[in-house]
């Protein structure tokens, strides 16, 4: 695996396990002050802990699947509940690379665990990998805007 076929699965991987926001429902994490721990595990290994404040608009996004500004995805199964998490889909870059997402955890009010396997072609090779966020809840509020910059 070379490092340009990971580097470009390193931004959908943190898009899909990047913790989104809050909920009213039980069914779902809060709002408040998280932190996320979010590692790719294969094929090659890398952390990254964020801490950020997660409103309920982001929650009811993150509820709808994972996406972020590099990649459109589309989660056909998709379920929230009972402390379970499922989802399998794909996810089509802006310049056409599609990329096939599944992945299963659980998650509490104050809590969360994803893992992903995706998978992709790059140059024509067959490209897989793995990726995990851990978060937990901090705080019900956000510190100051500048005290986390």
Known sequence: MTHAAS????PLALALLALAGPAAAADSILPGYWESTNRMLSPIRTTDVEKRCLT??????FMMGPSNRHYTCTYPTRSFAGGKILLKGSCVSKKGREVAVSGEGNFTPTTFKLVANIATTF????????????ARRLS???PPKDATD
Not at 7 to 10: D, F, G, I, P, Q
Not at 56 to 61: H, L, R, S
Not at 123 to 134: H, M, N, Q
């Open 7 to 10: 580097s470009a699965l390193a």
């Open 56 to 61: 309920k608009a982001d929650v009811e996004k």
């Open 123 to 134: 140059a024509g090779i067959p490209v897989s990998g793995r990726a995990s966020t851990e």
């Open 140 to 142: 019900e509020t956000c």
